[in-house]
């Protein structure tokens, strides 16, 4: 079992960068896949990113958000983050990490840990 705790979320102008945080508690950090997940108001969650287990060498994204986030992990500081680059206004939601035993996954199913969220605002 994993507890997550996401930060870095704020308030951006168009075209600049944000890097999330998601800080997981846990022995066995390593052996979950993880995820970036986000939700605007009266939108379903919708899938941002996704690193797999231990090393993390691979990787998928949303096609929305492809060439712009990165997905990244350090196991030794049980840390996911999330940097983004050229930010949009339809960017703006609050963002979910996840944490899904093993196997990494472009559907919020199987993830069976979620952070509180984290507020990111892009204006126009």
């Known amino acids: 079992q994993v507890q997550l705790v996401e930060s870095g979320g704020g308030l951006v102008q168009a075209g600049g960068s944000l890097r999330l945080s998601c800080a997981a508690s846990g022995r066995t950090f390593s052996n979950y896949a993880m995820g970036w997940f986000r939700q605007a108001p009266g939108k379903e969650r919708e899938f941002v990113a996704t690193i797999s287990w231990r090393d993390g060498s691979s990787t998928a994204y949303a096609d929305s958000v492809k060439g712009r986030f990165t997905i990244s992990r350090d196991n030794a500081k049980n840390m996911v983050y999330l940097q983004m680059d050229s930010l949009k206004p339809e960017d703006t939601a609050v963002y979910y990490c996840?944490?899904?035993?093993?196997?990494?996954?472009?559907?919020?199913?199987?993830?069976?840990?979620w952070g509180q969220g984290t507020q990111v605002t892009v204006s126009s």
């Open positions: 996840a944490a899904r035993y093993v196997r990494y996954s472009t559907t919020s199913s199987g993830y069976d840990t």
